[in-house]
């Protein structure tokens, strides 16, 4: 008799592999699971609910985000323990993640999206959410109380838009010395005439002029540019990502 058949990201959370199917989904996308020895990266594959599952090493963070922000918080010498930070398009809650691991005192985490922060950093009482949030759009009034803390440190990673769109939002919303690690990603700066297939850039003059883009929106703004570094990780379909720390000229 042939064994019943399930599809791959709903066998990995009714085991308990994983927290959600969205977590599942990134995963299998990503290489990590493995169906009797075999790489699957299809979400909806369906495999015999029997089968042999083997899930990659994971990540300490939430999401791949948090070992980006790890690599910035070390190559630039950034203190999180004790500070009230803000995470500019939460997501999953990888930098956030990071930032609460590192010590942080209470996190805002903002996203225009809603339902994508892992379970366990929704329990976390240091952080305060605010979904279906449009960042641009975002002032200090609507997101803390007068009596609440007020971050000095950011950290934003937003997608399908220019970061240069969201810089004044995030200015207003930080104390000086407004510190900000900012996730760089030439594929949402270059333009649709840059991009090369599935969405990469894969030209270096197009990430420089998209790195300098942003860097030069930040300077405008009142931000200097401290430091610059690769991201260890490789973003969606092999994009090269940047990091970038920036602090309120004095």
């Known amino acids: 008799m042939t064994p019943a058949k399930e599809r791959l990201d709903v066998l990995l959370v009714e085991r308990h592999l994983c927290e959600s199917r969205q977590q599942a989904q990134r995963w299998i ?6 169906v009797n020895h075999v790489p699957i990266d299809k979400p909806g594959t369906l495999v015999a609910i029997d089968a042999t599952i083997q899930i ?21 010498a950034i203190v999180v323990r004790d500070r009230v930070c803000l995470d ?21 985490g903002v996203d225009v999206g809603y ?19 449009n960042l641009r759009h975002l002032t200090a009034a609507d997101l803390y109380a007068p009596e609440d803390p007020r971050p000095d440190l950011g950290v934003v990673d937003v997608s399908f ?3 240069t769109k969201v810089l004044p939002a995030l200015w207003h919303l930080l104390l000086p010395p407004r510190e900000l690690i900012a996730l760089i990603k030439p594929q949402f700066e270059v333009g649709r005439d840059r991009l090369g297939k599935k969405g990469v850039v894969r030209d270096d003059q197009a990430r420089r002029d998209a790195v300098a883009q942003v860097i030069a929106a930040a300077v405008e703004q009142g931000w200097t540019c401290l430091g610059l570094t690769p991201s260890p990780l490789l973003g969606p379909a092999g994009n090269q990502e940047f990091l970038a720390h920036f602090r309120q000229v004095a």
């Open 29 to 34: 996308r990503a290489g990590d699971v493995q």
């Open 56 to 76: 990659k090493a994971r990540s300490p963070y939430v999401s791949r985000g948090g070992e980006k922000l790890a690599h910035a918080l070390e190559t630039f």
């Open 88 to 108: 500019g398009g939460i997501s999953t809650g990888g930098f956030t993640d990071c930032l609460l691991q590192a010590g942080a005192k209470r996190v805002y």
């Open 115 to 133: 339902g994508q922060v892992a379970w366990q950093l929704r329990q976390d009482p240091r952080l305060v959410l605010k979904e279906r949030t």
């Open 161 to 163: 838009i220019s970061l």
